[in-house]
């Protein structure tokens, strides 16, 4: 399955970005290779829209499961529509803590 998480900068020790729209960069981690791809966001200074066109990347690359601190309405409604989870943490966090997380529980 292949997780999408929020991320302040481009490496596995960024802390955790708790903008969805909005972060810096994404980290692409696919648990049936154990690999991470980063992103970074061109939308970010976007002056509107910036969620609804980050959540149709997020469904390009071929993301289940999107991590972030919050979603907006319009992404949250077209991460809804193509059944993409969306797991809210509030905590800071860094990018390699959450794929930790995520190894331990499968």
């Known amino acids: 399955m292949k997780t999408v998480i929020t991320s302040t900068g481009n490496d596995i020790k960024s802390p955790f970005d708790k903008r969805f729209g909005r972060a ?6 696919d648990d049936a290779t154990d690999k991470t791809t ?3 966001n061109k939308f970010a200074d976007s002056n509107h829209g910036a969620g609804t066109r980050v959540s149709e990347e997020v469904v390009e690359w071929g993301v289940q499961k999107a ?3 919050d979603f907006g309405p319009k992404a949250k409604d077209l991460l809804e ?4 989870q969306m797991v809210v943490i ?3 966090e860094t990018v390699e803590s959450i794929i ?3 190894k331990n529980k499968k």
């Open 24 to 29: 810096a960069w994404f980290c692409v981690y």
């Open 38 to 40: 980063f992103h970074e």
């Open 67 to 69: 991590i972030s601190g």
């Open 81 to 84: 529509k193509f059944k993409i």
């Open 90 to 92: 509030a905590e800071e």
């Open 100 to 102: 930790n997380k995520l």
